[in-house]
């Protein structure tokens, strides 16, 4: 993992060298601490002179000491210090060290964005270059070093989970990880198992894991800060280990990834974790539905009909359509503890990346609550967007046998997946967040974000608990 190290700008103790550039009027400015002339000037030469991008890394030798390495990072009114840091650490890779002589607006975003761009997913292979080994931060800011260093890690720890392999993370793995970690960190743990999902009447996490050898579990998760009184904020995330689309099944192109189903139960469990760690003051209860949606004997089938703790009755018209069924047990549980604020987040719908691409998340709920958590989200620099629950959607809901179906109109999917689970929320403030897209770049990577697993919406969620609404 690439070393963060705070430390008064020396030059002449520094190997390597990076600085932040600006282009204005095709010619480039160079903002740093370095007080050689030379240096600097050499800098401004070598990118006037080079066919340099607008924004990325360019490497350059140090035009006074050709030993030595200078990353020269090209910005623009657009580029976040995140992303810039993060495009930094990636190109950096297999460098020992690199001292920053530019003065940093944002700390804490400077470390998170290094730290989150310097990923790489080893578990299965050697990366092809080591990480970076060391930054080093011209800053006496610890408490702001500390703050990105825990997002970070936590963001890589969602991605490390989101990237396993199926047959190494099922539910009960799973809720094994989650119960270890988040006791580590001091939260409290429940984990619901086979006998004691009968008894609370987990109807959909019962049902999507009937054709699963590996059975479903429930795992709630509390932290509660000394002397924190009042409401509590609920996380519920889908955490389906893969999914097949049971006998609804998926065709084989869009079968793989789908061990990427559990994003959501990923970014809640290291949402916790981060806020236990950072000493946030809010009492929040976590609930991660784990199943695994398979094909077997024993599966459940299209038409069977399913009855929740609360006595609602769902028809079974589409077993792909299984993350809102686990959901809806998480959700109940949540608003039955009276939680004032319920958020979901979940790997929902492709209609998602139909509506809004693959990087933007589509947020939906109680219309304040869901257009503050959206407002959060583009504070954070996470790309959102408020979706409408539209009324007229809801009767392609209904069931001639059931009080409703799980799967409605095709057209607007996104939202009526949204109002299904609307069916199991009694709170004042709701917020559904589908990641389906956004929870994994299946391109290039770009600034902070890897190619893989992005641990995307932990730092919005975070920051709906962060902020008193």
Same mark, same amino acid.
């Given at each position: ?47 006037? $002179? ?33 992303? !810039? *840091? ?31 761009? @310097? ?10 270059? $080591? ?42 793995? *799973? ?7 988040? $006791? ?59 999914? $097949? ?8 192109? @869009? ?78 549980? !949540? ?112 600034? !902070? ?21």
């Amino acid at each position: 993992m690439t070393q963060i190290i705070s430390q008064e700008f020396n030059q002449d103790l520094a190997r390597h060298l990076a600085v932040f550039a600006h282009k204005a009027d095709e010619s480039f400015s160079v903002d740093t601490l370095i007080d050689d002339s030379d240096v600097v000037a050499g800098i401004e030469t070598a990118l006037a $002179t080079l066919d340099a991008p607008k924004t990325g890394v360019v490497r350059l030798v140090n035009p006074t000491d050709t030993s030595k390495v200078v990353f020269v990072v090209l910005r623009d009114d657009k580029t976040t210090t995140r992303d !810039a *840091f993060g495009d930094l650490a990636r190109i950096a890779a297999g460098v020992d060290e690199v001292v920053v002589a530019t003065e940093i607006d944002d700390v804490a975003e400077a470390v998170e964005g290094t730290l989150t761009g @310097a990923y790489v997913f080893s578990e299965y292979k050697e990366p092809k270059k $080591t990480p970076l080994g060391a930054l080093v931060l011209p800053t006496d800011d610890d408490e702001a070093l500390t703050r990105g260093q825990i997002i970070a890690e936590q963001i890589n720890r969602t991605r490390d989970l989101v990237n396993l392999a199926p047959n190494d993370l099922v539910p009960e793995t *799973f809720a094994q990880i989650a119960e270890d970690e988040a $006791t580590a960190a001091g939260l409290s743990v429940k984990v619901y198992r086979e006998e004691e999902l009968e008894e609370i009447g987990a109807a959909g996490l019962i049902h999507v894991g009937r054709g699963s050898a590996n059975p479903s579990r429930l795992v709630r998760i509390e932290w509660s800060p000394e002397g924190v009184e009042g409401e509590t904020t609920a996380l519920v995330g889908k955490g389906i280990t893969f999914d $097949t689309g049971g006998y609804s099944l998926k065709p084989s192109n @869009a079968m793989t990834e789908m061990k990427t189903d559990m994003a959501g139960a990923a970014t809640v469990l290291n949402t916790l974790i981060a806020a236990a760690r950072l000493g946030v003051q809010k009492k929040t209860v976590g609930w991660l539905c784990l199943a695994e949606n398979m094909v077997s004997g024993t599966a459940g089938h299209p038409d069977d009909v399913i009855v929740y703790r609360n006595g609602t009755s769902v028809e079974i018209n589409n077993t792909d359509a299984e993350g809102r069924l686990v959901l809806a047990d998480g959700l109940l549980m !949540a608003s039955e503890e009276k939680s004032t604020k319920i958020i979901d987040i979940a790997t929902l719908t492709g209609a998602q990346m139909v509506a809004l691409g693959e990087r933007t998340t589509g947020i939906m709920g109680t219309d304040d609550y869901a257009a503050t958590i959206t407002d959060i989200a583009t504070r954070v620099g996470e790309d959102a967007w408020h979706m409408p629950l539209p009324e007229h959607l809801r009767e392609s809901l209904d069931s001639d046998v059931a009080d409703l179906q799980n799967s409605g109109s095709r057209f607007g999917g996104m939202l009526t997946a949204g109002l299904f689970l609307k069916e199991f929320v009694d709170a004042p403030n709701w917020a559904h967040i589908d990641i389906a897209g956004p929870s994994f770049n299946r391109s290039k990577p770009r600034g !902070a974000t890897p190619k893989g697993a992005t641990g995307v919406m932990l730092r919005t969620m975070l920051g709906a608990l962060e902020t008193d609404v």
